[in-house]
């Protein structure tokens, strides 16, 4: 694939189609993807983080935290064309929760510039799978943070809110991290779920492939390749970012 | 300090994960019942058209029979490659999870451009027919929970106390792995299956790709026509993930789970 992102359309070799990727429109297509993916996975991790500590602490029945997991592993499989058609029937023109909140709070959403064939429509889709997918992942980090620690901060006079900023968060911070970019990669690589919900409105890079590459009107399979290729090369830079993060905020947890 | 009660802060949350989580699935079911000529609820039409529907019928079996095909294929392959890793290459292990992790990292998109290219050569026989070729594509989206979880599997018998013992009674390789260690590892290798079928039934990206009509893009060509049958369908699916994650609970109940995350996105 690779190799074929560096050849024309007659097999020569050449750097034409790396020259156009990051030309317009398709910079703005890779922002955009970016951009959704950071948002779902910075929102899904925050999100999840809460619902997984209400799950696991002290208080909470045992057995929501088995069906919260177990729905959680369900519901970060649940992806693709019928998670798109679950949102569609919830919240499309004519979708049960839309005429809800029309016909009995007044309020009518797709007068107000909301469709969920959007770009908010695509990122709160995504975090039907981003938040069970943290849950998931962040639980057993956060079984590793102890009750003792929580009694003694506020034995020595700690708020909750210091407990978090100076114990909690601090011990979470690599798998934290570790997380958010397991979960943007999810996004960005999701394909099947977008191309169901907004495959004509809003251009993700993953779609625009799919497009090149099944090519209803235009097909160019290297180009596509090219811009699969560019894909790697943003997830590549994630990882690179996160490697000295990672060893920085686990530092001195040896 | 114990606390008798839940947390009230624990309690916000786990209704707006509730919420969340529920309001779609609730909200597809009914939109599912709305009946076809007067757009009200309830009638029970989209689900009778469905079971009579002769596509639908045809679509699901042959997700089905990919399912079984994908599992039988990454069984044969991986139960031998590691447990020989485990036995005799225990360094190669690290190589093979990093190897497992591609799938993961990779698009599923990229991943599909690169195989469709890699195998354009290949006989007819292979590259047309779903048999071959997303056979092939779904054994590899599939390798990284079928390797983690046999992976866990191996991890916790005594490997070689099993196969020195069945060897000094006079067992070859084959009786070994068959008679001795699968149903030691049977465990992990159903919860593999599991996500395996969990993965081939709700995979989308590929099939749509490469032109091919297993389930999910059925709904999609059905959505454009009948919405209230691919709602109904949707929810369908979700039951099928559902009874697969079910299953796999039950089967590894009191065991170290696998992992459970196989989003086919």
Known sequence: MIVGAFKNAHGGATLHHMHQIVQQPYRDQYWLTIKVSLITAGVGSFLGLCIA????????????????????????????????????????????ATTFIKD??????????????????VELTYLYFQIPLMILVIAPAIDGLRAEWREAASNLGATSWQFWRYVGIPVLLPSILGAFILLFGNSFSAYATA?????????LIPITIGFYYSGNVVSDPHFAQALAFGMFVVLAVMML???????RSARWMR | MRRRWI?????V?????AAFFLIPLIATLLFSLRSIQTNKCCSGAAYSLIVHDHQFWSTIRLSFQLALETIAISLLLFVPTVYWV????????????LMALVP??????????GLLNLYKGAPSWFYDKPYGFLATAYVILAFPYMFFALDAGFRSIDLHTLTEASQSLGAGWGTTLTRVILPNIRVAALGGSFLTLAIVMGAFTTASLAAFKPCPPYIQVLNESQPYEAAALSLLSFLIVWAAMLALVLVGRGRPRPAQVAATR
């Open chain 1, 195 to 203: 191309y169901g919900l907004a495959g004509n409105s809003v251009f």
């Open chain 1, 241 to 247: 970012l996160y490697v000295p993060l990672q060893r």
């Open chain 2, 104 to 113: 993961f990292v990779v698009p599923p998109i990229v991943l599909v451009v």
């Open chain 1, 104 to 121: 009995h709070l007044g309020y009518d959403l797709y007068a107000h510039g909301f469709t969920i064939f959007g770009q908010t429509g």
């Open chain 1, 53 to 96: 500590y209400a799950m696991i602490r002290e208080g909470t029945p045992r057995f929501l935290r088995t069906i919260l997991t177990t729905f959680s592993g369900v519901a970060a499989n649940f992806a693709g064309i019928p998670l798109a058609f679950a949102f569609i029937a919830t919240l499309g023109t004519i979708g049960i």
């Open chain 2, 86 to 97: 485990h036995l005799k290459l225990p360094r190669l292990r690290p190589v093979l999870s």
């Open chain 2, 7 to 11: 947390a009230p802060s624990a309690v």
């Open chain 2, 13 to 17: 949350w786990l209704v707006v994960a």
